[in-house]
């Protein structure tokens, strides 16, 4: 049975960090590529960052470059997201998903399991 877990979500004042975790089980994590996406209120969702499985290559949108780190620790079958200098913009449900495959993608059509969320929230 595949289990995707987020957590690490919260309040953040803007400039501050979070680190999201992405816990997995149930499936061969070293075959795959792990997103992460994120959904304002009102709006679509968005693929923020995604890290390869074999290699390790990251991708992330423009808006998070510089700011936003995707790292996944292979014995723990987990992805983390350090997030810092957060912006209001940044606030949104996180979703972590996994795509199976050597290479990333930013299409949510890519990804098959995925999880439950978490909120993150950037205000002062």
């Known amino acids: 049975q595949v289990q995707v877990v987020e957590s690490g979500g919260g309040l953040a004042q803007p400039g501050g960090s979070l680190r999201l975790s992405c816990t997995t089980s149930?499936?061969?994590?070293?075959?795959?590529?792990i997103g992460w996406f994120r959904q304002a209120p009102g709006k679509g969702r968005e693929a923020v960052s995604c890290?390869?499985?074999?290699?390790?290559?990251?991708w992330y949108t423009d808006s998070v470059k510089g700011r936003f780190t995707i790292s996944r620790d292979n014995a723990k079958s987990t992805v983390y997201l350090q997030m810092n200098s957060l912006k209001p913009e940044d606030t949104a449900v996180y979703y972590c998903?996994?795509?199976?495959?050597?290479?990333?993608?930013?299409?949510?059509?890519?990804?098959?399991?995925w999880g439950q969320g978490t909120q993150v929230a950037v205000s002062s």
């Open positions: 149930g499936f061969t994590f070293g075959s795959y590529n």
């Open positions: 998903a996994t795509s199976f495959g050597a290479y990333c993608s930013s299409s949510f059509y890519e990804y098959d399991y």
């Open positions: 890290i390869s499985s074999a290699e390790g290559n990251t």
